[in-house]
């Protein structure tokens, strides 16, 4: 078998960071002369791993270096998972350079080993909004990889329900079932046929809903 003939696959898995999550970061960064670190929860997703929010706790920080302190990180994940939170989510760190190029350090490598979980996503950024961004598996076999993070755009609660009302009020629709969609919990759910005596379908032209 020639070697050209062996499939390379080459997983990488996608880090989403939504584009409020980065300025919570950048806006820490820029609010702080020295360093700063500071944790986030991630979801694992279909897309790959969303980094949800991003805190910071108490800390000591100089020009050159910042610690959070174990104890403080212990009791937070106490309170986190006495409060029906799951600690686990906890799998973001990051920390500024303040100036400095964001590369990480020896000192940076040697925290992530130190890192109580399986594995964990690592950034490190400056004031000017340069990062880098990695990967490391520390159990059950060690791996470590350069991540170059997304950071997308998501769409506020607010701008969608501004748009469902106004589809809803403007929108005429041709050859939809005559009922109105469903919802729970204020949320829409996509109409199906599901459940439906097919007899009962009468395709119609839907008339704006009337402003309330
Ligand atoms: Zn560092």
């Known amino acids: 078998m020639r070697d050209s003939d062996i499939e390379r696959v080459v997983l990488k898995p996608r880090v989403l960071i939504p584009f409020a999550v980065w300025q919570k970061i950048m806006a ?3 609010n702080c002369p020295v360093e700063i670190n500071g944790f986030g929860v991630i979801e694992v997703g279909p897309f790959g791993v969303v980094v949800q929010d991003v805190f910071i706790l108490q800390q000591f920080a100089t020009p050159t270096g910042v610690e959070t302190d174990q104890g403080t990180l212990d009791r937070f994940v106490a309170e986190m998972a006495r409060t029906g939170g799951n600690p686990g989510l906890i799998k973001f760190q990051w920390h500024s350079h303040v100036s400095m190029p964001a590369y990480f350090s020896g000192v940076d490598t040697a925290n992530i080993e130190r890192w109580p979980g399986d594995w964990l996503i690592s950034l490190v950024a400056n004031k000017r909004g340069e990062f880098s961004c990695r990967l490391d598996v520390l159990r059950p076999i060690r791996v470590g990889i350069d991540i170059h993070p997304e950071i997308v755009s998501t769409i506020p609660m607010v701008t969608m329900e501004i748009a469902a009302h106004e589809v809803a009020t403007k929108v005429r629709q041709a050859g939809f079932l005559r009922r109105s969609v469903p919802v729970t919990d204020g949320r829409p759910v996509v109409p199906s046929t599901h459940g439906l005596d097919l ?14």
């Not at 007899?199 to 008339?207: A, C, P």
């Open 28 to 30: 820490y960064i820029l």
């Open 199 to 212: 007899e009962e379908i009468e395709f119609v032209e839907q008339e704006p809903r009337s402003e309330r």
